[in-house]
C-alpha cells in the first residue's frame, strides 16, 4: 500500500461514508476532490479494513513487551556477572532462560562489555637461552 498520511486517510472514510458505503463511488467522489492525490479501489479497501479492524486511522503502534528486562531478571544477570566476570553469554541466557540478545540488553545498558581472556602464548623451557642468544647477537650488529 503506498504510503497515505492520517489526513488522506480521514477524507477516504468521509467519502465512503458520504456515499452510502459503497467503495466505488468513493473513489469517485475522492478523484473528483483531490485529483493531485488519486487513490485506487486497493488502497481504499486497506484503509477500510484497517479502520473498521483499529476504529482508527492511524497505523497501529507496535508494542513488544520486553519481558525480560525486568528489574529482577537484570539484577539476577548483573549479580552472575558479578560472580563470575568470564561467564559467557551463552551461559547467561541459558541459565536465566532468556534470549542471547535480552541478556545482552541488560549488560549493555549497564555497560558491562564482557570479553574472554585467550593466553596465546606462554614461556618454554629453553625460551630464556632463547633470549639470550638474540641480545648477543644484536648487541655485535651494532
Known amino acids: 500500500m503506498e504510503h497515505l498520511s492520517v489526513q488522506e486517510k480521514i477524507d477516504m472514510i468521509l467519502s465512503y461514508g458520504e456515499n452510502g458505503k459503497n467503495v466505488e463511488h468513493a ?9 493531485d492525490s488519486v487513490r485506487s479501489l486497493a ?3 486497506q484503509v477500510l479494513s484497517k479502520f473498521t479492524t483499529n476504529g482508527s486511522v492511524q497505523a497501529k503502534k507496535r508494542n513488544s513487551p520486553k519481558t525480560f528486562t525486568g528489574v529482577n531478571n537484570e539484577i539476577a544477570v548483573l549479580a552472575t556477572v558479578a560472580n563470575d566476570p568470564h561467564v559467557s553469554i551463552r551461559h547467561l541466557s541459558r541459565d536465566s532462560g532468556t534470549s542471547q540478545s535480552s541478556v545482552l540488553r541488560v549488560l549493555k545498558r549497564n555497560k558491562y ?6 593466553q596465546h602464548d606462554e614461556l618454554q623451557g629453553n625460551d630464556f637461552q632463547n633470549r639470550m642468544t638474540f641480545y648477543q647477537w644484536a648487541l655485535q650488529q651494532m
Open 27 to 35: 473513489v469517485t467522489l475522492y478523484v473528483q476532490r483531490f485529483p
Open 43 to 45: 488502497s481504499f479497501y
Open 113 to 118: 562489555h564482557l570479553f574472554h581472556l585467550s
